[in-house]
C-alpha cells in the first residue's frame, strides 16, 4: 500500500527545509521589532520561554564542566526524543547548511561529466572516530569547538548577525568555504562523516528509531540496471539497497523512498527492528 506521505516526502521536505530558513530569518527580525517571544539560533532558541538546545552543544557544556541546570536538561529533550524516534531528520528536513550543500552538490552532479554514482555506504568507524576527535580536544583543550563546528548554529547566527547591522564575519567565511570544498572535492563528506551535530543525532538511534529497509525482491525496475534510480536520488550518494550498512550515515531524508514509491515500492520506512542476518555456516557445518 502506498503512503500519500512518503509519495510526497521530497516536496514537503523541501518545504520544511524553506520554512525554517524562513523562520530563522524571521526571528531577528522579531526581535529587532521588540517581539521577543522567539530568541536564538539553532545553537539555542527559546520558545516562549523554553529554551530548545542542541545535544552537542549540550554535550560541549557538560565537557567543560559548567554548570547544568535541570533548564538546560529539559532543553534537550525536543531533538533527543524526534531523533529516537525518527533519526537524524533534523539534518535532512531543518539543517540550513544541508539545504544549501543539497542544491550546490545537486548542480555538480547535474553538470559533471561523469554524473553517475555507485552509491557506497561507508564504514560507521569514520563517524565515531571523528566526533571522539571533536570531543576529545574539546575536554583536553577546553575549547568551545562546537560554536565553530556546528553549521546549522553558524548561519543562524550569522543571519542573525546581518539583520542586526552587524554585518557578515568570518564565520560565514568558514561555512561558504566549507560549502565549496564540501559539495566540489569532497563530495557531501561533511555531512557524511565529520559533522559533529550529525553524529551526536546519530550515536542517538535505537531499534526502534525509523529507519529504510530494502525489500530487493520486489525491485523489479532497477534490478540490473546501472544507474538505480533509488542511488541516484541520494542527495548523500548511498546505496539504500544495501540497508544493512545504511546507518548511522543516512539521516532519513527519503528521497529515495519517494522515487522508489513511483517504481516497484521495493524501499520501505519502518519502525520495525531489522532481523538478523543468519550466521554463515562452515563447511563442516558447524
Known amino acids: 500500500m502506498k503512503s500519500w506521505f512518503l509519495n510526497h516526502a521530497r516536496i514537503l521536505r523541501r518545504s520544511m527545509q524553506v520554512f525554517t530558513l524562513l523562520f530563522l530569518i524571521a ?3 522579531l526581535n529587532r521589532n521588540g517581539i521577543d517571544a522567539l530568541v536564538g ?7 516562549f520561554g523554553w529554551t530548545i538546545l542542541d545535544p552537542a552543544m549540550f554535550l560541549q557544556l557538560l565537557m567543560l564542566g559548567e554548570g547544568v541546570t535541570l533548564a538546560i536538561v529539559l532543553g534537550i529533550l525536543v531533538p533527543v526524543l524526534l531523533a529516537l524516534i525518527a533519526g537524524r531528520v533534523f539534518c535532512s528536513w531543518m539543517c540550513p547548511y544541508n539545504f544549501i550543500a543539497e542544491g550546490l552538490y545537486g548542480l555538480r552532479r547535474r553538470f559533471s561529466r561523469n554524473p553517475r554514482t555507485k552509491g557506497s555506504n561507508p564504514s560507521p568507524r569514520g563517524i565515531w572516530i571523528s566526533l571522539a576527535v571533536v570531543f576529545g580536544t574539546i575536554a583536553i583543550t577546553g575549547l568551545p569547538l562546537m560554536v565553530f563546528l556546528s553549521m ?5 547566527a550569522e543571519l542573525s548577525d ?6 557578515m564575519g568570518l564565520e560565514l567565511a568558514l561555512v561558504g568555504g566549507l560549502l565549496v570544498v564540501d559539495t566540489l572535492f569532497l563530495k557531501r ?3 557524511r562523516t565529520l559533522c559533529p ?4 543525532l546519530a550515536l542517538l538511534r535505537t531499534p526502534f528509531t525509523l529507519k529504510i529497509q530494502s525489500h530487493p525482491r520486489q525491485c523489479v525496475q532497477c534490478d540490473g540496471v546501472k544507474d538505480q534510480l533509488c542511488v541516484k536520488s541520494c542527495p548523500l550518494d548511498l546505496n539504500p539497497r544495501r540497508s544493512h550498512n545504511l ?12 522515487t522508489c514509491q513511483h517504481h516497484g515500492g521495493a524501499l520501505e520506512l519502518t519502525q520495525r527492528p531489522s532481523a538478523k542476518r543468519p550466521k554463515r ?3 563442516d557445518g558447524d
Open 27 to 29: 526571528i531577528p527580525i
Open 152 to 156: 546549522p548554529g553558524l548561519i543562524s
Open 41 to 47: 539560533t539553532l545553537y539555542s532558541i527559546d520558545l
Open 247 to 258: 546507518y548511522p550515515t543516512c539521516y532519513n531524508c527519503l528521497d529515495c523512498v519517494d
Open 189 to 191: 563528506m561533511w555531512c
Open 162 to 167: 546581518i539583520i542586526f547591522g552587524g554585518g
Open 197 to 200: 551535530v550529525g553524529a551526536i
Open 281 to 283: 555456516r562452515t563447511p
